[in-house]
């Protein structure tokens, strides 16, 4: 079955650190792999997304994520952290069928200062 | 160009009444899909709509159904409500749905059910 996991529910870096947030797929195929951020009160953001191509993936905000076959996984990282980046961080993996897509439940991000 | 908008913001319904959500796409995307996301279940697929047609459904029950308008506009409904559908209702806009598409997500609706 298709599914995503990210493995942690919460992260707490200090500002200024450097961020790798994980995200480990199960799919038959290449998938549609995409990060999305989720601030208080709002909607999601696409932050990036891969479909194909270069494995290395720039997206909005200074993040970036790379695509590995080998290990199921396309981890979002940043290379130094604003107290603004504080949100929840969701990965999601299409298409799935009926179910479009599948997300994963989410890591929590705290910045400290 | 307007992002994804969605009425209300917050409900408070009690069981077993039934409640109308209301999603406006962005100017010309067709597609729109309705989530729900809890905390112990996380982000959820409800449905989709494309020109007016249901195109893909999730895993859940007849109590929630939805409607796309000619122009792109979509309202879903929850009938009996039960504490379990307390939740955020998010839903996203997109060109046409592709799985390439990039989705644009409204701020959702709180739904409370007491």
């Known amino acids: 079955a298709q599914s995503v996991?990210?493995?942690?529910?919460?992260?707490t870096v200090s500002e200024g650190?450097?961020?790798?947030?994980?995200?480990?797929?199960?799919?038959?195929?290449?998938?549609?792999?995409?990060?999305?951020?989720q601030s208080p009160g709002q909607g999601l953001q696409l932050l990036l997304k891969y479909f194909s191509?270069?494995?290395?993936?720039?997206?909005?905000?200074?993040?970036?994520?790379?695509?590995?076959?080998?290990?199921?996984?396309?981890?979002?990282?940043?290379?130094?952290?604003?107290?603004?980046?504080?949100?929840e961080y969701f990965c999601a993996v299409g298409p799935s069928g009926t179910y479009k897509y599948i997300f994963g439940t989410g890591t929590r991000l705290k910045v400290l200062a | 160009k307007a992002g994804v908008t969605q009425t209300p913001r917050y409900l408070i319904k009690t069981r077993g009444q039934q409640v109308t959500l209301s999603c406006s796409p962005i100017s010309g995307h067709r597609s729109v899909s309705w989530?729900?996301?809890?905390?112990g279940q996380g982000l959820q697929f409800?449905?989709?709509?494309?020109?007016?047609?249901?195109?893909?459904?999730?895993?859940f029950p007849g109590r929630f159904s939805g409607r796309q308008?000619?122009?792109?506009?979509?309202?879903?409904?929850?009938?009996?409500l039960e504490l379990g559908d307390s939740a955020l209702y998010l839903c996203a806009s997109s060109i046409s749905g592709g799985a390439a598409d990039t989705q644009y997500f409204g701020p959702g609706t709180r739904l409370t059910v007491l």
Request: charged share 20%.
């Open chain 2, 46 to 59: 409800l449905f989709e709509y494309f020109s007016e047609t249901q195109r893909n459904k999730g895993n």
């Open chain 2, 69 to 80: 308008f000619s122009n792109s506009r979509s309202e879903m409904n929850v009938s009996t």
């Open chain 1, 5 to 11: 996991t990210q493995p942690d529910i919460h992260i």
């Open chain 1, 17 to 37: 650190a450097s961020l790798e947030l994980r995200c480990n797929y199960s799919y038959g195929a290449t998938p549609y792999l995409f990060w999305y951020v």
């Open chain 2, 35 to 39: 989530y729900q996301q809890t905390p």
């Open chain 1, 53 to 87: 191509g270069d494995t290395l993936v720039q997206g909005i905000k200074g993040f970036e994520a790379e695509f590995k076959r080998s290990q199921s996984s396309f981890n979002l990282r940043k290379p130094s952290v604003h107290w603004s980046d504080a949100a």
